[in-house]
T-cell receptor, first 113, second 112 residues
Framework: DGGITQSPKYLFRKEGQNVTLSCEQN?????MYWYRQDPGQGLRLIYY???????QKGDIAEGYSVSREKKESFPLTVTSAQKNPTAFYLC????????????FGPGTRLTVT | GQQLNQSPQSMFIQEGEDVSMNCTSS?????WLWYKQDPGEGPVLLIA?????ELTSNGRLTAQFGITRKDSFLNISASIPSDVGIYFC????????????FGEGTQLTVNP
C-alpha cells in the first residue's frame, strides 16, 4: 500500500537530548513537510523540502534540523536548543508541480521531560 | 505569517443536524483544502477546491471556494457520531509557492 509512515508513534526523551523523528513515503512525491501541532491549535510549518538535497525553513524552524538525502525520506531532528519540544509532529507530502494537496502521516507524539 | 480565520472554534450538535463552518482571510487564495483530524491521528483530506466559485461534494460533505477567493465554507449534512473530530481548512496563497496556510480548526461534537 502507498502511504506515509512515521515512527515511532510515541517517543519519550530526557531534556537536553537530541531526537530524530522518521518520515518515509512511497508515493513518489517530490515535496515533503514537517508540522508541529500543540493541543487545541492548528498546524505550524517547521521545514519543507520540494526536491532532494534541498529544504527551506518554515515558520518555526529554530531548534530543529532536517535532511533530504533520498526522495522517500525526510527525517526531523529535534535538538536540545528547542525550548519547548513536547508536541505532536506531523509529516506530509505532496506530488509537487501544480498539485498542492498534502497527505499526512499518522504523527509522532514527542514528550520531553 | 498569513492568517486564516476559521469559525466556529467548536460546535456541539445533535445527530442528524446539518453543520456549517467557514474560513476567511483578507488575502487571496488559489486553492482551498478541507481536512478532518481524529484524535491522535494525522489529518485526512476531505475536499480540494481549485477555482473561485467551485462547489464540490464528497458524500454528505459539500465545500465551496468563495467567489472573492478570500473564503471557503464546508457543510456537513445529516451529521452522524463518526463525524466527530477537528476540521481544518487550508489555503494556498498566490505568493506562497507550495506552502499551505492552516486555520486553527473547528472541533465538532455530535451527540447521539
Amino acid at each position: 500500500d502507498g502511504g506515509i509512515t512515521q515512527s515511532p508513534k510515541y517517543l519519550f526523551r530526557k531534556e537536553g537530548q537530541n531526537v530524530t523523528l522518521s518520515c518515509e513515503q512511497n508515493l513518489n512525491h517530490d515535496a515533503m513537510y514537517w508540522y508541529r501541532q500543540d493541543p487545541g491549535q492548528g498546524l505550524r510549518l517547521i521545514y519543507y523540502s520540494q526536491i532532494v538535497n534541498d529544504f527551506q525553513k518554515g515558520d518555526i524552524a529554530e531548534g530543529y534540523s532536517v535532511s533530504r538525502e533520498k526522495k522517500e525520506s525526510f527525517p526531523l531532528t529535534v535538538t536540545s536548543a528547542q525550548k519547548n519540544p513536547t508536541a505532536f509532529y506531523l509529516c506530509a507530502s505532496t506530488p509537487g508541480g501544480t498539485i498542492y494537496e498534502q497527505y499526512f502521516g499518522p504523527g509522532t507524539r514527542l514528550t520531553v521531560t | 505569517g498569513q492568517q486564516l480565520n476559521q469559525s466556529p472554534q467548536s460546535m456541539f450538535i445533535q445527530e442528524g443536524e446539518d453543520v456549517s463552518m467557514n474560513c476567511t482571510s483578507s488575502s487571496i487564495f488559489n486553492t482551498w483544502l478541507w481536512y478532518k483530524q481524529d484524535p491522535g491521528e494525522g489529518p485526512v483530506l476531505l475536499i480540494a477546491l481549485y477555482k473561485a466559485g467551485e462547489l464540490t461534494s464528497n458524500g454528505r460533505l459539500t465545500a465551496q471556494f468563495g467567489i472573492t477567493r478570500k473564503d471557503s465554507f464546508l457543510n456537513i449534512s445529516a451529521s452522524i457520531p463518526s463525524d466527530v473530530g477537528i476540521y481544518f481548512c487550508a489555503g494556498l496563497l498566490e505568493t506562497s509557492g507550495s506552502r499551505l496556510t492552516f486555520g486553527e480548526g473547528t472541533q465538532l461534537t455530535v451527540n447521539p
